[in-house]
């Protein structure tokens, strides 16, 4: 009885959901120029309302101040509500792990450090067609690192708004 309870919620919830799942890609530009990108995948879990599994990764630096090596890694509950047929709001709420390897220029110091922090954030969809959507986002990850001897926390890069592709599936 109890597995055909659980089966009878599981197709009810993928029925109701427009999609069984997500794919995405996007980019930000990050506080000190840096070009950042952003991966995920999402899963509907009942009707609109999912989980989001993202990395993001700093894939060039400012060498004047130091090499920065920063990925985010974060879990997040979504909901996607929509506004009109093509657009819509998707609030988020999560966990984000952020590490981080900083090399000052002129030194031969790399300096690591990594911290979990609580997470949110709004996207707006435009959807294309019933595959593809563009999104643009703002995620508040907030200052993640304390001062690290003499890298100043206010200094590092933290890249807030992304835009990118989703594609359903």
Known sequence: MKKIFTSLILIGSLSMASSFSQVGAGYSRGDND???GTAFIGLNVLGNIGLRLEYIKNFSEHPEFSKEDISRYGLFATYTLPLTSAFSVTPKVGLTKTDGDFELTDTIKTISDSSTNFTYGLELNYSY?????????????????DDIGSVKASELDSANYTFGIKLEI
Request: proline letters at 0%; a negative charge.
């Open 34 to 36: 840096t070009d950042n």
């Open 129 to 145: 067609n019933d595959m593809i959507s563009l999104f643009v986002g703002y995620t508040d990850y907030g200052n993640k690192f």
